[in-house]
């Protein structure tokens, strides 16, 4: 199976500026869920996906967006980017058992910077 | 609430040496344990699981951990490391609540193998 892909893998972007990142799961896996990585935070969870809603939420603010399509592929959008969101965005899929737990598998990220 | 502490930031270790990665945990609640790796500008891999069952828990490229409940401890060792080991190393815990699944992530050891 093709692993979990992320597209752009670098991005630059302006302070204001918005900018979508886009995550393609393994298939069959129907959960995806965002990490914010940076060296001083280390990995933060944004948020997770699963049949197209939002199931859980980290604490960032609401210029923190996401959505997923039916196709369990997912994007998360960043709006009015300010210097600090630069980091790695990472996006994982799981395979979900319904009631058990499962395991993370990660895209190789995209790296945001913002100047 | 819950918590993942790694507690040394940096490991160097001269190549064929053993190495051991500290990692605590604390939470109220039933946890699953996991340690991931990040090599230079890819995502996390996962290493090794502890689901239940014996608490001594082999993962892939030789590494294994011992899941120790009392000291709630999740230690990675290695009898021998390789130059290629050189990578990030993150200790991640899982709650299973009725939401979904809950990840929790350490801030990373940095372990450089010398040669």
């Known amino acids: 199976k093709a692993g979990v892909t992320q597209t752009p893998r670098y991005l630059i972007k302006t302070r204001g500026q918005q900018v979508t990142l886009s995550c393609s799961p393994i298939?069959?896996?129907?959960?995806v869920s965002w990490y914010q990585q940076t060296p001083g935070q280390g990995l933060q969870f944004l948020f997770e996906?699963?049949?197209?809603?939002?199931?859980n939420k980290g604490n960032f603010p609401g210029r923190f967006s996401g959505r997923q399509f039916s196709n369990s592929r997912s994007e998360m959008n960043v709006s009015t980017l300010e210097l600090g969101d630069s980091a790695l965005y990472l996006c994982?899929?799981?395979?979900?058992?319904?009631?058990?737990?499962?395991?993370?598998?990660f895209g190789p990220g995209t790296r945001l910077t913002v100047t | 609430a819950q918590s993942v502490t790694q507690l040394d930031s940096q490991v160097p270790v001269f190549e064929e040496a053993p190495v051991e990665l500290r990692c605590n945990y604390s939470?109220?609640?039933?946890?699953?344990l996991f340690w991931y790796v990040q090599y230079p500008n890819q995502g996390l891999q996962l290493l090794l699981k502890?689901?239940?069952?014996?608490?001594l828990v082999k993962g892939i490229n030789g590494f294994e951990a011992e899941f120790n409940k009392s000291q709630t401890s999740f230690h990675l060792r290695k009898p021998s490391v390789h130059i290629s080991d050189t990578a990030e190393y993150f200790c991640?815990?899982?709650?299973?609540?009725?939401?979904?699944?809950?990840?929790?992530f350490g801030t990373g050891t940095s372990l450089t193998v010398i040669p």
């Open positions: 298939s069959g896996h129907r959960s």
């Open positions: 991640a815990v899982t709650l299973v609540v009725n939401t979904g699944n809950q990840f929790y």
């Open positions: 996906y699963f049949s197209e809603t939002q199931r």
């Open positions: 939470s109220s609640v039933s946890v699953y």
């Open positions: 502890y689901l239940s069952g014996s608490t």
């Open positions: 994982a899929s799981s395979p979900v058992r319904t009631g058990g737990l499962y395991e993370q598998y």
